[in-house]
């Protein structure tokens, strides 16, 4: 089915920088699509980026393009998401997510990034 | 701007049946959009139900089903117990990578 576990969460200061790391194990890494979800206290799920297989194109949601770079490594089975220029509005659990036809499944536990001063 | 909508709330009768929609602010959905599901509840990570439309997760029971009703998605629920009461969200592959979630639907079973 596969496991993905998610690491690097934490406060940090508008402006400041993050990266977010996930590890998968038990299914083809590197034949998969993949995803970062994020979903703010209280608030409904939003898609953040997507990386193809072989990480030679990756899509973002137009309030992170340009801030948040999304890459991975095959032979590491390993995602990572550097966030840049963070903002309040970035405060979320980040979920990491294999994309299985057109789905997301199976997902992470997530990792929980607080923007404030 | 692409806008996915669902119902901020619903109700249902223990053993009743309720279908939550997933509509776009402009426009159908279509089986293009690769409709899927999820099931949500408060501190936990969300658990796949439904993908690609109609086709059920593994492990998921069948008393969930997915359909296009008219011009949105539609996942049903037959038969409705007390731990289905949870948050669901939908989202829509709407092309170039990208995906777009509903703001999910609020369930209630009382």
């Known amino acids: 089915e596969g496991q993905l576990v998610e690491s690097g969460g934490g406060l940090v200061q508008p402006g400041g920088s993050l990266r977010l790391s996930c590890v998968a194990s038990?299914?083809?890494?590197?034949?998969?699509?993949m995803s970062w979800v994020r979903q703010a206290p209280g608030k409904g799920l939003e898609w953040v980026a997507s990386?193809?297989?072989?990480?030679?194109?990756?899509y973002y949601v137009d309030s992170v393009k340009g801030r948040f770079t999304f890459s991975r490594d095959n032979v590491r089975n390993s995602l990572s998401l550097q966030m840049n220029s963070l903002r309040v509005e970035d405060t979320a659990v980040y979920y990491c997510?294999?994309?299985?036809?057109?789905?997301?499944?199976?997902w992470g536990q997530g990792t929980l990034v607080t923007v404030s001063s | 701007q692409t806008v996915v909508t669902q119902e901020p709330s619903f109700s249902v009768s223990p053993g009743g049946t309720v279908t939550l929609t997933c509509g776009l602010s402009?426009?159908?959905?279509?089986?293009?959009?690769?409709a899927s599901w999820y099931q949500q509840t408060p501190g936990q990570a969300p658990r796949t139900l439904i993908y690609?439309?109609?086709s059920r997760s593994s492990g998921v029971p069948d008393r969930f089903s997915g359909s296009i009703l008219g011009n949105k998605a539609a996942l049903t629920i037959t038969g409705a117990q007390a731990d289905d009461e949870s948050n669901y969200y939908c989202?829509?592959?709407?092309?170039?990578?990208?995906?777009?979630f509903g703001g999910g639907t609020k369930l209630t079973v009382l």
């Open positions: 038990q299914f083809n890494f590197g034949g998969h699509w």
């Open positions: 690609t439309t109609d």
């Open positions: 990386i193809k297989s072989d990480g030679s194109d990756k």
């Open positions: 989202v829509l592959y709407v092309g170039g990578g990208s995906w777009v």
């Open positions: 402009s426009g159908s959905v279509s089986t293009g959009h690769y």
């Open positions: 997510a294999r994309v299985s036809r057109y789905a997301f499944d199976p």
